[in-house]
């Protein structure tokens, strides 16, 4: 049992160009979020889905988008990546109240 | 006014000390209420979730009061290795889709 795959786990990115950030689970969770840390600000949320076909913007959706086209896969895709995306992102899944599991998180650094 | 908010800290406590985290959250209509370790560099953990009626693990007791929109964190006897981030997160109403992060509470346990 995996758990919350994320990769990359390190990426450096020219400004200007996409990516996706690749996010998978293996405990069949409807909920899936992805996340941002930065310095001081704590984490906030990009994007969510409550099942399969169904996301919805969170507190900084702007210049990031989302599908999920299949309950395990939640990818994240960076449309033109700018220095102010440069952060930690993070992926989770839930099932229930009992909170989110969280994958080890993609570095990314835009230059 | 922020969803959550936390004690800033950081909070430097001996060995064997008994500390405890403070959070308010905003949306009355929040339903579910957690919280989260988060080790440098490192994705968060849950640590636990908070009832109504209070609920304890181990050294952990977690608190809500809904009237006051207040949640605590008490550890007792603390270890080295509760040094960390803790991290109040509150739901918006009863979905699990948006969880709201507090920007977290350092804790160091020294020898």
């Known amino acids: 049992n995996a758990g919350v795959t994320q990769t990359p786990k390190f990426q450096v990115l020219k400004t200007g160009q996409s990516m996706t950030l690749q996010c998978a689970q293996d405990?069949?969770?409807?909920?899936m979020s992805w996340y941002r840390q930065d310095p001081g600000m704590g984490l906030r949320l990009i994007h969510y889905?409550?099942?399969?076909?169904?996301?919805d913007q969170g507190e900084v959706p702007n210049g990031y988008n989302v599908s999920r086209s299949t309950t395990e896969d939640f990818p994240l895709r960076l449309l033109s990546a700018a220095p102010s995306q440069t952060s930690v992102y993070f992926c989770?899944?839930?099932?229930?109240?009992?909170?989110?599991?969280f994958g080890s998180g993609t570095r990314l650094t835009v230059v | 006014r922020k969803e959550v908010e936390q004690d800033p800290g950081p909070f430097n406590v001996p060995e064997g000390a008994t500390v405890a985290f403070n959070c308010t959250y905003s949306n009355s209509a929040s339903q579910s209420f957690f919280w989260y370790r988060q080790d440098c560099r490192k994705e968060p953990k849950l640590l636990m979730s908070?009832?109504?009626s209070g609920n304890e693990d181990g050294r952990f007791t977690a608190q809500l009061n809904r009237a006051s929109q207040y949640i605590s964190l008490l550890i007792r006897d603390s270890k080295l290795s509760d040094s960390a981030t803790y991290l109040c997160?509150?739901?918006?109403?009863?979905?699990?889709?948006?969880?709201?992060f507090g920007r977290g509470t350092q804790l160091t346990v020294w020898p």
């Open positions: 889905s409550v099942g399969a076909g169904i996301t």
């Open positions: 908070v009832y109504s």
């Open positions: 997160v509150v739901t918006r109403g009863s979905t699990l889709g948006r969880l709201y």
């Open positions: 989770a899944s839930s099932s229930n109240r009992d909170g989110y599991t």
């Open positions: 405990m069949n969770h409807e909920y």
